[in-house]
T-cell receptor, first 112, second 117 residues
Framework: SAVISQKPSRDICQRGTSLTIQCQVD?????MFWYRQQPGQSLTLIAT?????????ESGFVIDKFPISRPNLTFSTLTVSNMSPEDSSIYLC?????????FGQGTRLTVV | AQTVTQSQPEMSVQEAETVTLSCTYD???????LFWYKQPPSRQMILVIR??????QNATENRFSVNFQKAAKSFSLKISDSQLGDTAMYFC??????????????FGKGTLLTVNP
């Protein structure tokens, strides 16, 4: 298994500001994934982060709103930019050991 | 694109009884994996069980087992001897076997399971 540490676990932010979420994996992984879980909803993939290249974004998500960094094989950050109340969600990072995905503890973001 | 459908938004079961959660999926892929994840109120996503599409034998993990019907594209989860700690949201998920490392997941909408004492 892989252990993924994600922080912050929760935050309350003012609209118009930005929040950066960090994920640290206990070993090297090729791909990391960022998901959004809106209140009472399922998980939706935001983007896939590969070390050394730009992240690949899913339909409906853009780099200006959700910039991602992947400086090495154990770490990634997701920034939620220019936040609005609609960005209030749980954000989860994920990494794989082959075809088995492991998740961070999630970040509960509330935008007021 | 793949889709995953969970038709039961909520279910409840008495402690020690058996419950089955339903999941269907749609894909044109032949090689893939199916998963059930559990999300308790702590928000942590916990892998319950995994099924490889090429395997005919249904996966089993202790009290958890699946009924995988590839032709019908059905993947149900059976929880035996339900325990209070099984109370959680359960997500069915699909992963295409890309043969590399780009193993992204497509999730169903989830089923909220409540185990009653």
């Amino acid at each position: 298994s892989a252990v993924i540490s994600q922080k912050p676990s929760r935050d309350i932010c003012q609209r118009g500001t930005s929040l950066t979420i960090q994920c640290q994996v206990d070993s090297q992984v090729t791909m990391m994934f960022w998901y959004r879980q809106q209140p009472g909803q399922s998980l939706t993939l935001i983007a896939t982060a590969n070390q050394g290249s730009e992240a690949t974004y899913e339909s409906g998500f853009v780099i200006d709103k959700f910039p991602i960094s992947r400086p090495n094989l154990t770490f990634s950050t997701l920034t939620v930019s220019n936040m609005s109340p609609e960005d209030s969600s749980i954000y989860l990072c994920s990494a794989n050991r082959g075809p088995k995905a492991f998740f961070g503890q999630g970040t509960r973001l509330t935008v007021v | 694109a793949q889709t995953v459908t969970q038709s039961q938004p909520e279910m409840s079961v008495q402690e020690a009884e058996t419950v089955t959660l339903s999941c269907t999926y749609d894909t044109s892929e032949n090689n893939y994996y199916l998963f059930w994840y559990k999300q308790p109120p702590s928000r942590q996503m916990i892998l319950v069980i995994r099924q490889e599409a090429y395997k005919q034998q249904n996966a089993t993990e202790n009290r958890f087992s699946v009924n995988f019907q590839k032709a019908a594209k059905s993947f149900s989860l059976k929880i035996s001897d339900s325990q209070l700690g099984d109370t959680a949201m359960y997500f069915c998920a699909f992963m295409k076997d890309s043969g590399g490392s780009n193993y992204k997941l497509t999730f169903g909408k989830g089923t909220l399971l409540t185990v009653n004492p």
